[in-house]
């Protein structure tokens, strides 16, 4: 795990609705969450990224592949697919 990560789940009601993750590095995470969450038929639809001093915060708003809400198993699901992507050591 890289030192100073942070992930946080944004959720409206029991509806997921974005992930951000905060890293010490500048290797950014979204392409590989991407391909995971696609996987689940869960896509990115709004991709914002500060660079900080310390390293950067990536924000996804997530959104099923057919528009409806990440609720329930699904949403465990995805939240299970981001946390060892968002914790990995970058390269």
């Known amino acids: 795990m890289e030192a100073g990560t ?16 905060g890293r010490g590095g500048r290797s950014p995470v979204v392409g590989r969450l991407h ?3 696609f996987a689940l038929g869960v896509v990115i639809s709004a991709y914002q990224v500060r660079a900080l001093p310390s390293g950067t915060v990536e924000r996804m708003v997530l959104q099923r592949r057919d528009g409806g809400a990440i609720t329930g ?6 939240r299970a697919a981001v946390i060892p992507i968002a914790l990995e050591t970058a390269d």
């Open 6 to 21: 942070s992930v946080q789940f944004i959720e409206n009601g029991t509806e997921l609705t974005a992930v951000e993750v």
């Open 35 to 37: 391909r995971a969450l």
């Open 73 to 78: 198993e699904l949403g465990a699901l995805t």
